[in-house]
């Protein structure tokens, strides 16, 4: 048992160090692990099955819509990225650049992707012509680069994988409409899938995507009321086809520019994964995106016949993705490990349960016990992945609902945000000078002007002028 | 008919000038784009679905054997590419440097992966300690970098996609059983799946990779008689792991260097699919590998029940993946397109047809046209790619066998070569100064010492001492 107690105790609590919880869940449940590289994580098996599963629901609902893969170039030439003004402020300064290949110096420097809009720009400045082209509806799976100065697993990393939608379509309406479909398979995917709720909007100017008109956002409450942008859709217009010159013949046969999109998510959503679900046992996987979603660990497994009937169950629960832990650790040992890995269902099976034909079935996140005939067992774990799924989620949307304020004025504001950890709905008035005020006050950043709009007030809660827009404000990864 | 001309004249045949009938397949088939970076190609949808077949193909046998994926850093820091001699010599002429990191120089210059033998190396030497933790068996997909002068679409280019496969064990026997294990895994995908019959063999100490202590390898013979390495898997005895101090305590505590394998499959079996089974129309797919698998033709679409017999047909298919061209082209121009493009089966269907209760089947290797009966069509369908794929195999079976030769003499060796485009198989002494004299001389190099010896003379075709193997050699890719 003192081994047991070790693993366990390894992990910080919640309450105590959340940043530290975090760290320890990360590494204890083998999500990662720290390399050589300044920065970068290695993403374990543990940790890239969820990314795993994660690209497979993801890449389906892509292809619903009529996206189709593509894969572009790592390198993007610096004259390349300079094209689009705001675009190349807003990454120059983060890019990673690759100056040597081989013995020899480059003519002209080359920085390594920190998203490939102006490689699609140039693509798309190529292959369209004429309005049978349009739209083209295209998604690469890769990994980017970011020369971030402070990281932290899954959260903020030099590297990290990603998809990257990027469209272009014949008109501005189409284009809209794509930016905001693409976040709700996002938001629904999240929801769905992830058990996370989330809140839907449109991003301030400030924070909105370097060379983007609009960029749309869905934002997610952790358990420490801290918020996590968890996917943005951004809509270009036609600001870059100005720049790359992307102009096709309409049916008139008229020159036309394009309009454009782009759509991301990161394996930051394993972040949110861990920060929404976790406990102080460790992980906490929704059902329907766990690599394994049933441990099946035997009870007294030498004694006669006890594997034999592991291996039974394992088959008779094909349907699902399921294994048994016949290792040579003690049960107590392999309980804690099904816990730190958030494997959802672990089934219990000794002598005396075969003897009375059951097995006894633990949720991960209640951790009810369940007694339950061996002969309908299917049946039964998928009841209650089912319910744990739901349960999930309903816990999660409680959870954030529980932490969201309002504020009317900047002093319920100031006090929101300093003892109330959660989101914070108040007033805006538009101006940039009450965003930058409210960060500098309370460290609090717009997350976003949600589509579902409420009157908390009339004037903006920093301010006092004639508010425009409600807004979610909060402290954020 | 002018449009339908224009598109097959478009391409070079085969017999005039194979290299120009590549470059226009790949171009006009839209498996690529050149980019505006040097030597780094966009794989376009029609191209990386191809990709992502053969990835799904390949992951699912890797699983099979008990591999797990992994996603280890891009960069590899320089002092970390040092640590194992013969490695470093191999790579760090090619690779790519990054020396920034935002607008500062960094402290120690990073290159982009060529390969990742060293991250995993790192990172075995933090998490195996006991024997307990052996073996691991890792995969990643991913895109890796080599600085090449002269590049050609999927055969060579500055950045490709791959996957590589990195196990460490606790014994020798049990790395070289993965390694051959690896390479069989390989060379039935290829049979298969892609219908490309290979030599399986090893590699010779000239040709085997950087830091390996034997390299195995599968070779195909191309259309125009030149040798594709289509795959490796290298043994590195416990070499890396003296180099990175990889130990761990065996079951009776004593301190032992691990063993450990990889192994890379990429891109560039889309350039052995090409120029196996392409012909003068452009690109031939083996029906399992085939993103699309049947194109449904609708003649005289216009007319009243065609488009709706159509979409009725692609339901009744459901089975296979199956598209409509519903476009408002010419037939003739679609036929043009769907050969063009490989796909291995059109279905002809307009109202005479539908008046008789069947559908003209044009297969696209053999251009064979089978009217089959509407009632049981998914049936014929079946039946037709499965024979299909069948052929595909014996085909490039009966060209390569009808392309390999055998030279008991230097004279017979060189006319061979220059002559006889394909395999030659001679004996050699073993000595790498034979190799490089038949490389100079007769532009050949040695593909493989196959598993399957046989004896062809007593003396090796070059310097006439004892010969020691049986060796096949080609011009290569």
Redesign the interface.
């Known amino acids: 048992m003192a081994k047991e107690k070790k693993l366990v105790e390894a992990i910080t609590s919640m309450e105590e160090d959340f940043a530290q919880w975090y760290t320890d869940v990360v590494k204890k449940a083998e999500l990662i ?1 720290y ?3 300044r920065g ?6 543990n940790g ?2 969820i ?2 599963n994660i690209q497979k629901e993801l890449d389906r609902r892509f292809k619903e819509t009529g996206v ?10 610096e004259s ?1 990225l300079q094209k689009e003004k705001d675009h190349v402020e807003g990454f120059a ?11 020899e110096p480059l003519q002209e420097r ?1 920085c ?1 992707r920190p998203t490939s809009e102006t ?1 699609f720009c ?2 798309y400045s ?2 369209v012509q004429s309005y049978r082209d349009l739209p083209k509806l ?1 998604n690469q799976w ?2 980017v ?1 970011r ?1 971030e100065k402070t990281t932290r697993p899954f959260l903020r990393s ?2 990290f ?1 990603w998809q990257e939608g990027h469209t272009i379509h014949a008109t501005a309406e189409e284009a809209e409409e794509r930016t905001i479909q693409m976040l709700n398979v996002y938001s629904d995917f999240c929801e769905q899938i992830l058990a996370i709720p989330m809140v839907k909007g449109k991003k301030t100017e400030k924070e909105k995507f370097a060379g983007a008109k609009a960029t749309y956002t869905i934002e997610a409450l952790m358990h420490d009321g801290k918020a996590l942008q968890s996917g943005t859709s951004h809509n270009f217009g036609d600001g870059f086809a100005r720049a790359f010159d992307i102009q096709y013949t309409d049916k008139d046969n008229k020159l036309q520019y394009a309009h454009q999109t782009s759509w991301g998510m990161t394996t930051r959503l394993i972040g949110a994964i861990i920060m929404v679900h976790g406990d102080d046992s460790g992980l906490v996987l929704p059902p329907r995106i766990a690599p394994t979603q049933v441990m099946i660990i035997p009870i007294a497994q030498h004694k006669e016949g006890v594997l034999l009937k592991a291996a039974e169950l394992k088959e008779k629960l094909g349907g699902f993705r399921v294994k048994v832990d016949d290792s040579d650790k003690s049960p107590g040992w392999k309980f804690s490990e099904q816990e730190m890995r958030g494997i959802p269902i672990r089934i219990e099976i000794g002598p005396k349960d075969i003897e009375a034909n059951q097995a006894v079935i633990v949720r991960r996140d209640t951790r009810e016990k369940i007694v339950a005939s061996l002969d309908d067992l299917d049946k039964t774990v998928s009841e209650v992945l089912e319910i744990m799924q739901n349960e999930m989620l309903e816990r999660a949307r409680n959870h954030r609902d529980s932490h969201t304020t309002s504020a009317s004025d900047f002093e319920e504001f100031k006090d929101a945000i300093a003892n109330k950890p959660g989101f914070v709905k108040a007033m805006w008035c538009g101006d940039k000078a009450c965003e930058d005020a409210i960060k500098e006050q309370t460290g609090a950043t717009s997350r976003c002007m949600p589509f579902e709009q409420e009157h908390i007030a009339d004037t903006c809660v920093c301010c006092g002028k004639k508010a425009k827009s409600m807004v979610y404000w909060g402290k954020a990864y």
């Open positions: 692990d390399s050589s590289v970068c994580m290695i993403l374990r098996p890239y099955a990314w795993e189709e893969n593509v894969y572009m170039p790592m390198f993007i030439p390349l300064p983060e890019v990673a650049w690759v100056t040597h290949g081989g013995l080359l390594v490689l140039d693509f190529n292959i295209y890769c990994s680069v020369w030099v590297e994988l």
